[in-house]
C-alpha cells in the first residue's frame, strides 16, 4: 500500500460504528416510540428503555474507543463548531427523558423523547458530515440517508420490539410509519449511491458502495416493502410478518452504516495538480491517484 | 523541539563520509551528554557546495550510536567451525586479551615472514565503501603501512561492480577517476543510467536541482524510471547494455549528418590527437629520427611531428609520410614512404554504419529519437563560444554526457566510456566550462592536486602508471592474489591500485587457479573493516563460504552482520559519532564533490564510547606497539598517512617515532599540519580550534576543475579517438601471457581495440546463462540493481529510521515488475515471487509500477542479510546471490555488471 | 500580520526522505509516525510516465476541518496561522483524523521504539508520555519559530528558528516564511513561480504551496 491513492482509514473501528449503529437506531426508534405516542396515545414504554440502552451502548463504544478515555469531560468544551460536542452534549438529557419516559408514560415527556432523539440523530448525521477527510462521510446527502435510516432502523426495532415482548399487537399505524421510514431511506440511498456512481470518487469508495447496495435496496427495501405490505394486507399473519419485516429493514440499516464507516471510507489521497514542468512522462495535468 | 529542555545542550560539528559522494558537514545536538539529532552545519553553508546539509543517511547515526544490537566489546569465537550455519559461539573478552590474540598471530607472521609460498601477502584487508572507510580509521592506513605488504584485493564489490571502466578510462583520458557534468552551468545533460538524485550526494542533487530550476535539460536513458529519470526532461527506457549502440549512433549523426564544420575543429586539432597519422598495421606513422608521432601539415604540404609550431594539421585525408611505424615491444613494423589515415579519418570510417537506424532496434529507441538528442547535443554544444573563468577565457561547452552503472563497468564499459569522452571530444566540451569534468585522480599522482598530476608523457600526451607489458618489467608474479598488476595495465600500481583491479579474481582462485599465477592462498589473517562481502558481492553463497575458510579474520564490528559470522575476534570500534579524525575535504573529490574551496575538516566525539568501543587511532597505536610497529607506524603518521604530512618547509609537528601517542596527540599534530598547511605556515591551530570550528578551507579555484588550462599550458593533447597506445599494450599483454601459457585472459585482450566496435553486449549475458544451461526463453528478463539514497553504505541496512523513510520510496522492499508484465503473468502487487537464474533463487513481494521495461526486473539496494540485526527480517531479494563470479562477464579491466538473466514466477500471494 | 506558511518546489524535490528523518528526529515522533513526508507518485501508462516526488504533512489550514470538529478545544489556530494541538485537552477521540483530507494525523496508543520495547538512550531523551493516544501532527516546529522570533531571529532565513524539515531539505526545495509579508521569501517563490495548493477545492485554504514551473 504506497498511502497515496485513498486508502482505507483505520483511525474508527468497528467501535465508532457501533455508535452510529446503537445510536442511530436507538434515536430513531424513540422518534417511532415517541410518534407513536402522540399521534396514537399507545407506545411500548419498553422502547424508550431498549432506545436508551442502544444509546448508551453507542456512546460506551465511543468511550472505548478514545485514547484518553478518563479525559471524556472535555468532550463538551466545544459546542461552537463540533458535532461531536453537540451530540455528547444532547445524550445526557435524551437519556433522561428516555428514561422518565420509560417508566412515566405522558405526552411531554414523548415531546421531550421525540426532539432530543430528532437532535441526537441529526448531530450524529453530521458528525460524519463534517469529516472531510473521508469523501464518502463529508458527502452532504449522508445526513437525510443516517437520519432516515435512523428513523427506519427504529420503526423496524419498533416492530421487533412488539414481536419480542408480545407487549402490543403490531399496530398498522407503526407498520406505516415504518414504510414511509423505509421509503424516505430508499430515496436518501438512492441520491446518495448515484452522487458516487457518477461524480468522482475515489475508486475504493465507489466499489464498495456498489458492492452493498444490492443488499441495501434488497434487504433495506424490497423485502421489508414485501413483508411490510403483506402485514398490512394480511392482519392475521401481521404479528409474524411485521416483525420480519422490521428485521430485514433493521439488518439492512446496521449494514449499511458499517459498510459507510469500515468498508467505504476511502480518505482524500493525495493529488498534485501539475507535474513539475518540462518533465518525461505523461502530459495529462492533474494527477489523483485511486481517484475515478 | 518538543523535547525536554535538557540541563546542558551542545552542538559539535563533525562530516558525514558514509558513501562517496561525501564528505558533507554536520552537526550534532548533543542533549546532557546524549546525541539527540542531527543537523545541517549551517557555518559551513557559504563553503559547502550543498549549503553545509547532510542527507538522509546522516539522521540515521544517533540511531547507529544508540543501536542496542551493536558490538560492545571485543569478541572472540568459541566454535571452531565456521559457516553460514554454524554459532560463532561470540564471547565477550577484554581488550588486553584481543590485542593479545591478534598480535599473536601478528607477530608469528612477521616472525616467518609477510609473503607466503606464493608470494602473497600473509596479512590481506578489504575495507569497501570506495575508500571511504578511510575517513573512519583513524591512523590504521599507517599501521598497515608500517607493516608491509597487504592484499587489500579481495574485494566486497569495488573493482567490479562499481565505476570501474570509467575510473580507468577516466584516468587515463583525462584525469577522471569519476565523471560528472559542470553541473553549475551546463544546459543539456546525457545522462546514460547517471542515478545523480539517489547517489549524487548532498552536492549533486542540491548542484542538479538548482540546475533544473535555471533550465538544465537531462535525457534520462535507463531500463527503468529511476528517482533522476523522475526528475529529468526526457526518458528513455532503452535495452539493459546498449547504451554503446546508442552512442556510436549519436557520434554518427555528429560526423556524418551535420556540417564538419559544426564540430570544435580547432579543439580537435590541437588538443586530440585526431591528425595523427596511423599506418597500415593500426599504428602511428612516427618521425624516424624523434620517434615522435606525424601528422600532415596543410600550410607545408608534408608531414611534420604533431608539435611542430604553427602546423595547420589536416584532420581527414590519406598522406604519404617519411616515417616507421613502431608495433608492440618496440618492433618496427614497417619504414619508408608509408601511408597513414589520420585518427579522424579512422573514426569517420569505423562509425560510418553506425546510424541511428542501426541503433534503434538495438536499443529498443527509436531512430528519430536517438538523431533527435543528438542534433539537440550538437546544437546546445555552443561551439566557438567561450567563458571567463578567474580572468582566463576558456572555451563554453554547455552539453555533458555521464553513465552510471553496469553502462561504465563490464563488457561495454570500455566502449561506452570511449564513445562518451569522443562524442563530448568532438564538441570540444572536455574539461571546459559547462562540459564534461573528471572530478578526481586515485591512480595518477598528487591525488589531492588533480590538476598537479598533468604531467607531459609520450606522444604529446599526458603521463600514466601503465603497469609495464614489456618484457622487461610486466610482473609475471602478481603481488597480489587478484593480479592487478599482471592483468590490468590500466589499474597502475598505487596504494588504490589493489582495490581497482579484478577484486573477484582473488576470490575465484582461492578455488583454483588458473594457469601462470601462483596458486591463491588464503591469507593467516584477515582485516574487514566497514565491509560485508557475504552481502554486497557476487555469488553470495560462494563468497560465505570461501570466508568460512579464512583461518583467522579480525572483524572491526560495528554489529553482527553476514561476514563477520565468520570472524574469529570482533572488534568494537567508535562509531561514527565517537571517533577522532580530521580529513581534507574540498578541492576536488568523487562524484560531483568540486569546490571553490579546499581545506579539513575534523571528525570528533559527540559523545562518549558506549560500552568498550575504542577510537581506531589507539587501536592501530596499540597494535602497532604489540608488534613492534611503532616506529614505522609514527614515522608513518609523520609522512602524511594521517590526510596531513607532519612536516613541511616551515613547520615540524612531527610525533615522537618512540612513542605510543594517544588519538588526541596524533590528531592535535595533525590538525596543526593542516593549519599550516592551509596558511602557508602562518597559522598552526590544533586540535581545540578544530573541535571548536568544525573546518578550515581556503579559496580553491574553479580554474581547477577544467584541465583544459593544464593541457594548454603544457602544449599536450587528450589522447583521443584513437586508442594506439591500448592497441600496443593489449597486444604486448597477450604475448606476456601467452609466453606463460596463459591464455585464459584472451577474451579480455580482445577489449584492447584502438576503435572498439560494437559487439552485441547483451549477447553476451544471454551466452552465459546458455552456458550455465539455461534455455534462453525461459529466463526472459534482465534484472538490474539500482541505488538507494537511505540505504547505500554505511551499514544502513539495520537502522529503524532508514528502513521506515525508505518504505516512502517506490520499490524498496521487493523487486519492481512492469505492471503489464506482471498482468500477464497473473501477479498482483504485492504477491510473493520468485527470481530464478538456474540453481539459483530469491524471493520478494512483487512492486507493480508502470516506470520500467517490459522485459525488466529492478531490485533495490542489497539485502538478504540473515545475520545483521533487524535487517534479517527485512525479507527482501537481493541480485547478488543470483550472479555467478565469472570470467566470462569480466572485462579488460577486470570488472563486471550487476546484470543477470532471470525468470520470474509467482509463489504466493499477499500476506 | 504574521502568517506562516510553506512553500514546496516540486521541481527540486527528489523524494530523498532527508526532511521525513530530520523531522522524525526533531520531533522525537514514534517509529510508523511522519508528520513530513514525501510520496512518490507515478501516473501514466509505460513509456508514457511520470513520477513526481511531494512531501506533505500538515497544510496548516486557514480553514481547518480538524479544529472545527475536535470536541475538546485541544485544536486550535493561532493567529499566526499555525494549527496547534494541546496534547493534555485532547481526549484522543480521533475525529480530526478523519476531518484532515490531508491524513496529516496521527495517534500512537502505545510507547514504541526503534529496536522493540525498550528506548535507546536518545529516544529516552525525546520521550514524551503526554503525546500518547492523543492526536499529534506536524507544527511547522512552532517551539522553533516561537523561540526564534523571542530572540529576532527570522524564521525562514535563521535556521534556528526554521523548520527541521526546511532545514534539511538538500535539494532546496522547502522554504518557510510569512505569506501575508510580500517581501518574503515565501511570497516571493509563489509571485514568480506557478503553483497550485493540493485539494483547493475543498475549501480549506492549505497553507503550503506547491511550486511547478
Redesign the interface.
Same mark, same amino acid.
Given at each position: 500500500m504506497d498511502r497515496i491513492a485513498p486508502w482505507l482509514q483505520t483511525h474508527w473501528d468497528a467501535r465508532a460504528a457501533g455508535n452510529f449503529i446503537g445510536g442511530g437506531t436507538g434515536s430513531g426508534l424513540a422518534i417511532v416510540a415517541a410518534a407513536m405516542l402522540l399521534a396514537s396515545g399507545e407506545t411500548q414504554p419498553a422502547a424508550f428503555a431498549l432506545a436508551a440502552l442502544l444509546i448508551a451502548l453507542g456512546l460506551g463504544l465511543v468511550w472505548l474507543e478514545m485514547g484518553r478515555p478518563w479525559r471524556f469531560l472535555h468532550v463538551f468544551l466545544h459546542p461552537h463548531t463540533s458535532w461531536m460536542t453537540r451530540e455528547a452534549l444532547i445524550a445526557p438529557p435524551l437519556l433522561a427523558a428516555l428514561g422518565i419516559a420509560a417508566w412515566f408514560e405522558g405526552a411531554a415527556s414523548g415531546v421531550a423523547a421525540l426532539v432530543l432523539s430528532l437532535a441526537f440523530l441529526y448531530s450524529q448525521s453530521q458528525i460524519l458530515r463534517a469529516a472531510k477527510g473521508i469523501p464518502a462521510w463529508r458527502e452532504p446527502r449522508i445526513v437525510p440517508l443516517l437520519v432516515a435510516t435512523g428513523i427506519a432502523e427504529g420503526a423496524g426495532a419498533y416492530l421487533l420490539l412488539g414481536a419480542v415482548f408480545g407487549v402490543l399487537p403490531e399496530s398498522p399505524f407503526a407498520i406505516a410509519l415504518a414504510l414511509a421510514a423505509i421509503f424516505a431511506r430508499s430515496l436518501a440511498w438512492s441520491s446518495y449511491r448515484r452522487h458516487f456512481a457518477r461524480g468522482s470518487a475515489p475508486t475504493g469508495t465507489r466499489g464498495a458502495l456498489a458492492a452493498i447496495s444490492p443488499t441495501v435496496v434488497m434487504l433495506g427495501t424490497f423485502v421489508p416493502f414485501v413483508l411490510l405490505l403483506a402485514a398490512l394486507a394480511l392482519p392475521d399473519a401481521v404479528n409474524a410478518l411485521a416483525p420480519l419485516g422490521g428485521l430485514a429493514a433493521l439488518a439492512a440499516g446496521w449494514w449499511m452504516k458499517y459498510a459507510i464507516v469500515r468498508r467505504a471510507a476511502f480518505n482524500q489521497g493525495f493529488a498534485i495538480a501539475q507535474p513539475p514542468a518540462e518533465r518525461s512522462g505523461a502530459t495529462r495535468a492533474e494527477a489523483r491517484p485511486g481517484w475515478s | 523541539m518538543t523535547r525536554r529542555e535538557p540541563t546542558t545542550r551542545r552542538r559539535v560539528a563533525t562530516y558525514c563520509y558514509q558513501c562517496v559522494a561525501g564528505p558533507d558537514l554536520l552537526t550534532v545536538q548533543v542533549d546532557d551528554g546524549v546525541a539527540v539529532a542531527i543537523e545541517p552545519n549551517f557555518c559551513a553553508a557559504g563553503i559547502h557546495p550543498g549549503a553545509g546539509k547532510v542527507c538522509v543517511k546522516a539522521y540515521g547515526l544517533v540511531q547507529k550510536t544508540y543501536n542496542p544490537h551493536r558490538v560492545l566489546s571485543p569478541m572472540k569465537r568459541t566454535n571452531p567451525l565456521k559457516g553460514r550455519d554454524q554459532d560463532p559461539g561470540f564471547v565477550p573478552i577484554s581488550w588486553d586479551e584481543a590485542f593479545d590474540l591478534v598480535a599473536e598471530k601478528l607477530n608469528a607472521i612477521r616472525k616467518s615472514g609477510l609473503l607466503d609460498a606464493s608470494g602473497y601477502p600473509k596479512v590481506a584487508a578489504s575495507f569497501g565503501g570506495g575508500g571511504t572507510p578511510q575517513s573512519y580509521m583513524g591512523t590504521f592506513p599507517a599501521y598497515l603501512a608500517a607493516w608491509g605488504p597487504v592484499d587489500m584485493g579481495f574485494g566486497s564489490g569495488q573493482g567490479v561492480k562499481c565505476y570501474h571502466s570509467e575510473h580507468l578510462y577516466g584516468e587515463l583520458w583525462h584525469r577522471a577517476f569519476t565523471v560528472s557534468p559542470d553541473t553549475p552551468s551546463c544546459r543539456y545533460l546525457l545522462s546514460f543510467g547517471t542515478n545523480t538524485e539517489a547517489s549524487g550526494g548532498v552536492v549533486g542533487v542540491r548542484r542538479h536541482a538548482d540546475a533544473r530550476v535555471r533550465g538544465l535539460r537531462r535525457v534520462q536513458i535507463e531500463p527503468h524510471l529511476s528517482v533522476t529519470g523522475a526528475c529529468s526532461a526526457e526518458w528513455l527506457p532503452i535495452r539493459p547494455k546498449t547504451d554503446a549502440a546508442f552512442l556510436y549512433a549519436l557520434i554518427h549523426v555528429l560526423l556524418h549528418e551535420n556540417a564538419r564544420s559544426a564540430l570544435d575543429l580547432p579543439f580537435l586539432k590541437a588538443r586530440t590527437a585526431s591528425p595523427y597519422l596511423v599506418g597500415r598495421h593500426g599504428y602511428y606513422l612516427r618521425d624516424p629520427a624523434s620517434r615522435r608521432p606525424l601528422v600532415w601539415d596543410v600550410k607545408r604540404q608534408s608531414a611534420v611531428p604533431h608539435d611542430t609550431p604553427d602546423a595547420d594539421p589536416a584532420l581527414e585525408g590519406e598522406f604519404l609520410a617519411d616515417a616507421i611505424e613502431i608495433g608492440p615491444d618496440g618492433e618496427a613494423l614497417e619504414r619508408g614512404s608509408l601511408t597513414g589515415t589520420t585518427a579522424f579519418g579512422k573514426l569517420l570510417e569505423h562509425m560510418r554504419r553506425c546510424t541511428p537506424e542501426w541503433a534503434a532496434p538495438i536499443c529498443d529507441v527509436p531512430a528519430a529519437t536517438i538523431r533527435r538528442v543528438a542534433n539537440e547535443f550538437l546544437a546546445q554544444a555552443c561551439v566557438g563560444e567561450t567563458v571567463e573563468i578567474e580572468g582566463e577565457t576558456l572555451p563554453f561547452r554547455p552539453v555533458a554526457i555521464t553513465l552510471g552503472k553496469t553502462v561504465n563497468n563490464g563488457w561495454g564499459g570500455y566502449e561506452c566510456c570511449w564513445a562518451r569522452t569522443v562524442a563530448v571530444a568532438l564538441v570540444g566540451g572536455l574539461e571546459v566550462p559547462g562540459g564534461t569534468l573528471g572530478t578526481t585522480v586515485r591512480l595518477n599522482r598528487p591525488m589531492s592536486d588533480r590538476t598537479g598530476s598533468v604531467k607531459p608523457g609520450a606522444d604529446g600526451f599526458m603521463t600514466y602508471p601503465f603497469n609495464p607489458t614489456d618484457k622487461e618489467h610486466w610482473s609475471a608474479r602478481p603481488n597480489i592474489r587478484n593480479a592487478y598488476r599482471t592483468l590490468v595495465p590500466l589499474a597502475a600500481n598505487g596504494p588504490w591500485s589493489q582495490a581497482l583491479g579484478p577484486t573477484h579474481l582473488a576470490w575465484m582462485f582461492l578455488d583454483g587457479t588458473p594457469k601462470g599465477l601462483p596458486g591463491v592462498t588464503f591469507p593467516e589473517l584477515w582485516f574487514l573493516y566497514r565491509s560485508n562481502p557475504a552481502i554486497s558481492f557476487w555469488d553470495t553463497a560462494a563468497i560465505t563460504d570461501k570466508i568460512s575458510r579464512f583461518p583467522f579474520i579480525v572483524a572491526f564490528a560495528y554489529t553482527r552482520d553476514e561476514s563477520n559470522h565468520m570472524a574469529d575476534i570482533l572488534l568494537p570500534e567508535c562509531t561514527d559519532l565517537e571517533g577522532l579524525q580530521l580529513i581534507r575535504i574540498g578541492g576536488t573529490k568523487y562524484v560531483e564533490q568540486f569546490w571553490d574551496q579546499e581545506g579539513f575538516a575534523l571528525r570528533q566525539p559527540a559523545v562518549d564510547a558506549r560500552g568498550s568501543a575504542r577510537d581506531f587511532t589507539d587501536i592501530a597505536t596499540e597494535l602497532a606497539r604489540r608488534t613492534g610497529l611503532l616506529e614505522p607506524y609514527n614515522a608513518a603518521i609523520n609522512k602524511g598517512a594521517a590526510g596531513a604530512p607532519l612536516k613541511a618547509d616551515g613547520y615540524d609537528f612531527s610525533l615522537d617515532v618512540t612513542k605510543a601517542h594517544g588519538r588526541e596527540g596524533i590528531w592535535d599534530a595533525v590538525c596543526r599540519a593542516a593549519s599550516a598547511e592551509l596558511t602557508d605556515g602562518a597559522a598552526s591551530d590544533g586540535l581545540d580550534w578544530y573541535k571548536a570550528h568544525g573546518f578550515r578551507t581556503r579559496r580553491f579555484s574553479t580554474l581547477d576543475w577544467y584541465l583544459y588550462p593544464a593541457l594548454v599550458r603544457q602544449g599536450l593533447r587528450f589522447e583521443l579517438p584513437y586508442q594506439e597506445r591500448l592497441f600496443r599494450i593489449g597486444q604486448e599483454l597477450g604475448r606476456r601471457l601467452h609466453d606463460q601459457g596463459m591464455t585464459w585472459w584472451d577474451e579480455q585482450l580482445a577489449e584492447y581495440q584502438a576503435l572498439p566496435p560494437w559487439r552485441d553486449f547483451p549477447a553476451l549475458w544471454e551466452k552465459a546463462a546458455a552456458d550455465a544451461g539455461l534455455n534462453s526463453a525461459d529466463f526472459p528478463f534482465w534484472l538490474v540493481t539500482a541505488r538507494s539514497m537511505q540505504y547505500a553504505w554505511g551499514a544502513n541496512a539495520g537502522i529503524q529510521i532508514m528502513h521506515e523513510v525508505a518504505e516512502n520510496v517506490a520499490g524498496h522492499g521487493g523487486v519492481i515488475v512492469n505492471a503489464a508484465t506482471a498482468a500477464r503473468l497473473g501477479i498482483a502487487d504485492g504477491d510473493l515471487v520468485e527470481i530464478s537464474t538456474p540453481g539459483r533463487a530469491t524471493r520478494g513481494r512483487a512492486v507493480l509500477r508502470q516506470g520500467i521495461r517490459p522485459d525488466t526486473l529492478l531490485m533495490i539496494g542489497q539485502f538478504e542479510h540473515w545475520a545483521t540485526p533487524y535487517a534479517k527480517n527485512f525479507n527482501v531479494p537481493s541480485m547478488n546471490g543470483l550472479v555467478p563470479m565469472s570470467l566470462d562477464l569480466t572485462d579488460a579491466t577486470g570488472s563486471g555488471a550487476d546484470l543477470v538473466r532471470v525468470s520470474l514466477a509467482r509463489v504466493g500471494g499477499r500476506e | 500580520m504574521t502568517r506562516w506558511a510553506m512553500v514546496v518546489?516540486?521541481?527540486?524535490c527528489? #523524494?530523498?526522505? $532527508?526532511c521525513?528523518?530530520?523531522c ?5 515522533t514514534p !517509529?510508523?509516525v511522519?508528520w513530513r ?10 513509456? =508514457?510516465?511520470?513520477? $513526481?516526488?511531494?512531501p506533505?504533512g500538515c497544510m496548516h489550514c486557514d480553514d481547518p !476541518?480538524c479544529?472545527?470538529?475536535? !470536541?475538546?478545544?485541544?485544536t486550535r489556530k493561532r493567529e499566526d496561522g499555525i494549527v496547534t494541538i494541546d496534547y493534555d ?7 480530526c ?7 496529516a494525523r496521527f495517534?500512537t496508543?502505545r510507547a514504541s521504539f526503534?529496536?522493540?520495547d525498550?528506548p535507546?538512550?536518545? =529516544?529516552?531523551?525525546?520521550f514524551?508520555g503526554g503525546?500518547?493516544?492523543?492526536a499529534t501532527k506536524c507544527?511547522f516546529c512552532v517551539?522553533?519559530v516561537d523561540a526564534g522570533t523571542a530572540q529576532g531571529l527570522t524564521p525562514g532565513i535563521d535556521?534556528e528558528a526554521t523548520p527541521?524539515c526546511v532545514?534539511?531539505?538538500?535539494? #532546496?526545495?522547502l522554504h518557510f516564511g510569512d505569506i501575508d509579508n510580500p517581501a518574503s521569501n515565501v511570497s516571493h517563490l509563489v509571485a514568480g513561480n $506557478?503553483h497550485?495548493r493540493?485539494? =483547493?477545492e475543498?475549501g480549506?485554504g492549505p497553507r503550503m504551496y506547491?511550486l511547478?514551473?
Open positions: - | - | 518546489d516540486l521541481r527540486r527528489v #523524494g530523498c526522505q $532527508t521525513t528523518a530530520a522524525k528526529q526533531a520531533n522525537a !517509529p510508523g511522519q513526508r514525501v510520496l512518490d507518485m507515478e501516473v501514466g501508462e509505460y513509456p =508514457e510516465v511520470q513520477r $513526481t516526488f511531494v506533505v !476541518p479544529m472545527h470538529v475536535c !470536541p475538546s478545544t485541544a485537552l485532547c481526549i484522543g477521540c480521533g475525529y483524523m478523519v476531518a484532515c483530507p490531508y491524513q495517534k496508543d526503534a529496536y522493540g525498550r535507546t538512550d536518545a =529516544e529516552d531523551k525525546g514524551d503525546r500518547l493516544a492523543v507544527t517551539d522553533r535556521p527541521a532545514n534539511s531539505c538538500i535539494a #532546496g526545495a $506557478t497550485f493540493m485539494h =483547493e475543498l480549506t506547491y511547478w514551473g
